[in-house]
């Protein structure tokens, strides 16, 4: 019986080309969508995983006593410890980090460099493509093919060496490469690029004592014998705070946690002081989802109007199928399995077209690294039997319960009222309007986001600033003084921190209570260059350059709303440690970071020189590149041994917008192939409807009706259900950008009226269009023919 | 076989009920060929959809071989499809994307007749039919009279107890209209089937052996044919 249903639905398939392209097309490319959120969310749930006893790994984290906030760091010997007197534990392991200089012939670059124990390896699974490891081995340097291709080309750099703190004179320490390792996947929270023994961490000329209670590393994990011990080792964890507490008055532990290895990513997001890398962000994940799920409904509600509308040419085979004895549910069984051969043959092509598309994705979102494959991933498989059984019953359902339901007494008499109208069908269209609406205008409020952020008041001149960071002060200073030498720098600033790359997160006594801001501490001609302005009060009254404005300090309008309570706060004092400092005056709210990053109270307070990191450059904005080329050259002639650290200020925003850029592009896209795939069904529909009332418009129009009216005939069933769909697609585009916009940035446009307006008119724009073409050709039909038809 | 007894058939037009059948009393027993006659609109195919379980009567009983049709469900009806009734059409309403031959095993399918049973009742009939060079063609390859053979021998292949024609010739010139009137009296005559058809040619209706004349909806008078 089946392989009977198949070749009629192969022949039926044949007959209707265009109704077989349009509805394979949009559901490939629905299910193309949905095979890479399935991979991607296999992959947001594969960080950390793929090590062999990840299982058994957990991570300590801290939280903080003052604010009960968790910490990713940990105290660098507690592991250590803790593995030795708490049963159970089989393995300690920790990893630490810092910027390093590092130097081959006469280039230096800037390298982050991990410091990790002996038994890193062993706990985790990094292949080496070349050499050994020889983690213990305190000469031994490991390097990443990345850093292996960047410093020694094609050649192999096993044996070779390589000098780091190259910039340091006491520290300077040249390291053999004793082996290579394969890039860490973009799926681990652990990146590296340089491995070597903890105790080439330096501070000064002597390796930091990582088996103080003082300093923190970045991360210590413990591997267990039995991961159900881990509620009894987290419990005996907390005997080290005391210890921890008593070394280390500044930062009070609360408690211990132990995160698992696996579940490490997914929540990093809410751990401070995480040097790890986070996971994908969640709203990455279901926004991905629910852009696949409104691809499929869309096409899914295609194919089942279009299904409908040449339905009518089945009624006749339903009505002899029925009185030969063929039963509804037969019947609609052999309607479903026509039905599924779409779905399948849609699958084929989806499966094909994901992976151009993964390729696209992948080149978009840096972080993400995803690949598709089936024969090796039986999960994948089912998924895609299961989407695939889904979709034939979503898209043939209705159709063949509807096709299959008609009684053959009036299918035989030519009585039945059939297709387009109907009111599930007006239903159907309306809600393919409202999706399709709804992804443009997420499409538009984004790429309206990308543009506001663009031209957004950061509180700040950012315009013609440039910049570069050093620890060594002489260094700074001899920059300074060179570059003003440009004439075509218009000021300069050094400063300690800077808008948009460093700050501090203080805690301070503000009437008593504990406050928490950010605290930054700039030079005294920091913000006059930086066009940071004062609201009310002064600036620093005094600065002495050897200890800064002793004792005064401004403050930001958010502050006083949200910690001054509105009230005036000009004189009112706040208490830092042991000193106490005076507001002085308020300054205007400025980007204190990104658009990543929440608005925050900010305290500014004028830090004596010794303390300055930055000097910051100002220009005319066309002479950016001109000037930022001089301060390499000069750089590079006064600190051969320093990497050159220049930036401009702009790189500030260029991730935000690069995101929404990415997430506007992708949106419009979807909200593309959206519209297509609803023109395409709105198409079918009116040919239909025109169809039936092609002999009652030829009638209208032998009597005189005008070509207005009779769009109005033709289309007044479909102006109320698109009315409709307006407003539930605008509603819906606006939440979801709202929720997408929210989950990503702490700073954004929000949706605007012009998107919802633009969205509105595109999408009427594209519908009217295709009536449009269609009434074109009904109202050119010979009027002669459409009479005599029927 | 069929008992029909005071069938009444209204639609309802605004408050008013328009009677398209009314009155109607008959008996048709196994073996008979009956004709039903009368002009247009008199309510022949609504009598026949009746008769074939397609339309219900809005009053009166129906009775087919001695059960109570009012009293079957979707499944009862669909076994009568599968075991005792097969329909010929005006239209011949062959199903257009199978071939011939596809066209005669559908019923079978439907009645889970087995494969090899399925291969000799169908080359039986096509053999029957002289129809053994078309199997493989589609419907739209065929004449009008072919497809109505093609159309009658899919109503017999499930070897019904009644046929039931609703204007088989209509559609189709004398000599091939006659040439299934033939095939009809052959069956009814040889194999004992009953059939009722429905016919505006006097011709057609006297292969049968009994006409019923209907009129407004009522039985106006019965007629035996004498051959
Ligand atoms: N759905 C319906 N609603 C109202 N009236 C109907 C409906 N179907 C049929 N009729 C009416 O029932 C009457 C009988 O129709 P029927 O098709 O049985 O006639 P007929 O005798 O077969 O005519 P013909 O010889 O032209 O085929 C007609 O007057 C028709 O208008
Ligand atoms: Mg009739």
Partial sequence: MLSSYLTLAFRNLRRNGSYLLINVLGLGIALAFCILSYTQVRFAYSFDQWHPAAERIFRVETFKTSNHLLHGTCPASLTEVAAREIPGLEAATRIDSRGVVVKLGENVFNQQVHFVDENFLDLFQFPLLQGQARLSDRDALLISEDMAHKFFGGESPVGKTLTLYADLEAQRKTMTVSGVFKNTPKNSSLQFQFLTHLENQLEGDKPIRYDSWKWFVDAGFLKLSNPADAPAVEAALQQYIAPQNAANQNWQAERYRLEALPAMAMNARDVRWNNLSNGIPPSAVWGNITVALMLLLTACLNFANTTISIGNRRLREMGVRKVMGGTQRQLMFQLLSEAGLVCVTALALGMIVVKPMTEWYNATWKHIDLHVSYLDNPPLLYFLAGVTLFTTLLAGAYPAFYISGFNPSKIFRGAFKFGGASFFSRLMMGAQVAISLAAVVVGFSFARNAQVQREADLGYAGDGILGVETQDLALLNTFNAAIRQNPKVLETARTRHHAGFNFRQTEFSWQGQKQESLWFEVGKDYMPLMGMTLVAGEGFSAVNEAVGSEMEVLVNEMFVREIGGNAPVIGQMLKFDTVSYRIAGVVKDFMTDSPFDPKSPVVVHCAPESKFTYCIVKTKPEDLAAVHADMETTWKALFPYKPFTGFYQSEVMAEALEVSDNIAMTMLIFAFVILLLTVSGLFSIVSLNALKQFKSLALRRVLGAKSGEIAFQLNRNYLMVIFGAILVGCWGGRFMALAMMNSIYKIHAGVQGQSLTMGVLTVLLAMLATVGVKLRQILRANLGDALKAE | ?227
């Avoid at chain 2, 069938?7 to 309802?12: A, K, N, V």
């Avoid at chain 2, 026949?48 to 009053?59: A, F, N, S």
């Avoid at chain 2, 087919?64 to 979707?74: D, T």
């Avoid at chain 2, 007749?113 to 199997?135: C, G, Q």
């Fill in chain 2, 1 to 227: 076989m069929i008992e029909l007894k005071n069938i009444e058939r209204y639609y309802p037009t605004g408050s008013l009920k328009t009677y398209v059948l009314r009155y109607v009393n008959a008996h048709i027993a196994e073996g008979e060929f009956v004709s039903i006659m009368g002009p247009s609109g008199s309510g022949k195919s609504t009598l026949l959809h009746i008769l074939g379980m397609l339309d219900e009567p809005t009053d009166g009983e129906f009775w087919f071989l001695g059960e109570g049709v009012h009293k079957f469900n979707e499944r009862r009806r669909t076994e009568m499809y599968r075991e005792y009734i097969g329909f010929v059409f005006q239209a011949y309403h062959l199903i257009d994307d199978l071939t011939v031959y596809e066209n005669l095993e559908t019923p079978l399918l439907y009645k889970k007749v087995p494969s090899t049973e399925r291969k000799s009742r169908i080359a039986d009939l096509l053999d029957r039919f002289n129809m053994v060079a078309k199997k493989d063609l589609f419907p739209s390859q065929l004449s009008g009279g072919q497809q109505q053979l093609v159309g009658v021998a899919r109503a017999l292949i499930g070897r019904p107890k009644l046929i039931l024609a609703d204007e088989p010739t209509g559609n189709l010139q004398s000599p091939q209209a006659k040439e299934i009137m033939e095939v009809f009296k052959t069956l009814n005559r040889e194999d004992g089937v009953t059939i009722v058809q429905v016919t505006h040619s006097e011709d057609n209706a006297k292969y049968g052996n009994r006409i019923l004349h209907l009129k407004d909806g009522r039985v106006e008078n019965e007629e035996l044919v004498k051959h």
